[in-house]
């Protein structure tokens, strides 16, 4: 999928992209969320952004509604009639409420109700024999969660999930009382399933919050689900950046006025390996590299004249 990337600093052409992943890689402070949020302001109909800063407060039960408005609330944090409206300026005033750099995004809510009014609308077209029996959303999801966490199930009921260890079935307890862990894994899911078809899914810090086993299966199983996207990643892990073998990867130096940023498209070819590189690009401290061991002369020699 061909991409637009932001306005480089000092450069008069646009920068593009033809890639399936991107791992946008920079100190805290550099504008990798802002970058993000560009990103998402420039390709608002077929962007997905999942912020950092989100509640993980999961719904204990909801109630289906139709399937439109579901989409809608879900897609732009609120529904009106005015599609013109909706589409310019839905999601500035509804998902990011007012501000697309900075708000909490708070819409567990939105993704549980567009689930199970799938679920229900997807039931009631089999039971009256319109379609075969179908794969919903919510169920794979289910297969992703449970693959990623072997040792817990999901239990579908309507209106609301429940979970159990795998080894005591009978030890049932709605999901809203799962883990962070549990139940940020189960949202961001949600989230990819429920994204457009052949959209950009751009993630803040896809690692929060997660173990960085559990991180990179995830991710990994999440891409293999939406073969039709592609993903953007903003992160200044350095081994969750290193994971994604096959994406571009851009290091963010400084988010400037006018939005601007200095940004460099790193070269697959180079050199140092990938984890020494994007850890030296992910930190604010001076780097030098000297040709010697500890204990040589050229060690102590620098120390000297460079004590910082």
């Not at 992160?235 to 460099?264: C, G, L, Q």
Request: glycine share 4%.
């Amino acid at each position: 999928m061909e991409i637009t990337l932001p306005k480089k600093i000092n450069s008069p052409k646009e920068a593009k992209l033809d890639t399936k992943q991107i791992v946008v890689i920079g100190a805290n402070g550099s504008g990798k969320t802002r970058f993000g949020a560009q990103i998402e302001m420039d390709n608002l109909e077929n962007t997905l952004r999942i912020s950092a800063q989100k509640s993980l407060k999961m719904p204990g039960e909801v109630s289906p509604k139709s399937l439109d408005r579901a989409n809608d609330e879900f897609w732009y944090g609120n529904s009106n009639d005015n599609r013109n409206w909706l589409v310019t300026h839905g999601k500035r005033n509804g998902r990011w409420q007012s501000d697309f750099n900075t708000s909490l995004l708070n819409d567990f809510d939105k993704l549980m109700v567009l689930l199970h009014s799938e679920e229900y609308e997807q039931s009631l077209a089999y039971k009256n024999g319109s379609i075969p029996k179908p794969v919903t959303k919510l169920d794979k999801i289910k297969t992703i969660w449970e693959r990623i966490l072997p040792h817990r199930k999901l239990k579908m009921r309507a209106g609301l999930i429940e979970t159990y260890p795998s080894s005591i079935p009978t030890k049932v307890y709605n999901s809203s009382q799962m883990s962070d862990g549990e139940r940020v894994i189960f949202y961001l899911i949600g989230e990819v399933v429920c994204s457009r078809a052949n959209s950009i899914i751009i993630i803040d810090e896809p690692e929060l919050h997660l173990h960085k086993s559990i991180s990179i299966q995830l991710w990994d199983a999440i891409e293999e689900e939406r073969k039709d996207c592609l993903f953007i990643y903003l992160t200044h892990d350095v081994d969750f950046a290193a994971s994604r073998i096959k994406a571009d990867k851009i290091w963010i130096k400084s988010y400037e006025d006018n939005d601007a940023w200095d940004y460099e498209i790193l070269d697959k070819t180079y050199e140092i390996p990938d984890l020494l590189y994007l850890e030296i690009l992910g930190s604010r401290k001076p780097v030098l590299f000297f040709e010697g061991k500890n204990e040589s002369l050229d060690k102590k020699i620098l120390e000297s004249i460079l004590p910082n």
